[in-house]
T-cell receptor, first 115, second 110 residues
Framework: KAGVTQTPRYLIKTRGQQVTLSCSPI?????VSWYQQTPGQGLQFLFE???????NKGNFPGRFSGRQFSNSRSEMNVSTLELGDSALYLC??????????????FGSGTQLSVL | GDSVTQMEGPVTLSEEAFLTINCTYT??????LFWYVQYPGEGLQLLLK?????DKGSNKGFEATYRKETTSFHLEKGSVQVSDSAVYFC?????????FGTGTSLTVIP
């Protein structure tokens, strides 16, 4: 069974640009969560989608948005990039929403560098 | 608010040494507790979990006990190996979302 796939693996952008990251969950998983990982902050929750609906959202500005498609694949978009957005963005999938204490399966992440 | 506090790293140990990584949490209700591990260049993977007070989670020689009275979930291993070198994250789930600690980097030297 294929794991969680995130593309691209690395991205370099400049301030003011926008970026779209993609996540393909494990087959059969309907919940996808996104996290921002930085050395000082650890993992910060961005949002969670389940069956194409945003179920929960963390404390990030509106520049961060996401969506989920009918095949459970998810995309995350960051507009008007800032230097502080440089981070590893991790996607995690699970069978049920995270409120059910489901085990999360993580992808290897997309490393975003904003210059 | 809800949060996880875990021991800052990095931690460097010799092979076969005893490992403890401290973790405490602040949460409403009775969350489930987890330890995730991240090997270099990979995403996080579940190491162990405990869902109620006094439960002990264990896997690959690692153990952690859910201590409700001290709101703690310390990770221990009696004899670490070089292959245990990774970043360890303590986490809990409130029933609504996961909260992760900042991670503790462990390096085990032969």
């Amino acid at each position: 069974k294929a794991g969680v796939t995130q593309t691209p693996r690395y991205l370099i952008k400049t301030r003011g640009q926008q970026v779209t990251l993609s996540c393909s969950p494990i087959s059969g998983h309907r919940s996808v969560s996104w996290y921002q990982q930085t050395p000082g902050q650890g993992l910060q929750f961005l949002f969670e989608y389940f069956s194409e609906t945003q179920r929960n959202k963390g404390n990030f500005p509106g520049r961060f948005s996401g969506r989920q498609f009918s095949n459970s694949r998810s995309e995350m978009n960051v507009s008007t990039l800032e230097l502080g957005d440089s981070a590893l963005y991790l996607c995690a999938s699970s069978l049920a929403p995270s409120g059910a204490n489901e085990k999360l399966f993580f992808g290897s992440g997309t490393q975003l560098s904003v210059l | 608010g809800d949060s996880v506090t875990q021991m800052e790293g990095p931690v460097t140990l010799s092979e076969e040494a005893f490992l403890t990584i401290n973790c405490t949490y602040t949460a409403t209700g009775y969350p489930s507790l987890f330890w995730y591990v991240q090997y270099p260049g990979e995403g996080l993977q579940l190491l162990l979990k405990a869902t109620k007070a006094d439960d002990k989670g264990s896997n690959k020689g690692f153990e952690a006990t859910y201590r409700k009275e001290t709101t703690s979930f310390h990770l221990e291993k009696g004899s670490v190996q070089v292959s245990d070198s990774a970043v360890y994250f303590c986490a809990f789930n409130t029933g609504n979302q996961f909260y992760f600690g900042t991670g503790t980097s462990l390096t085990v030297i032969p």
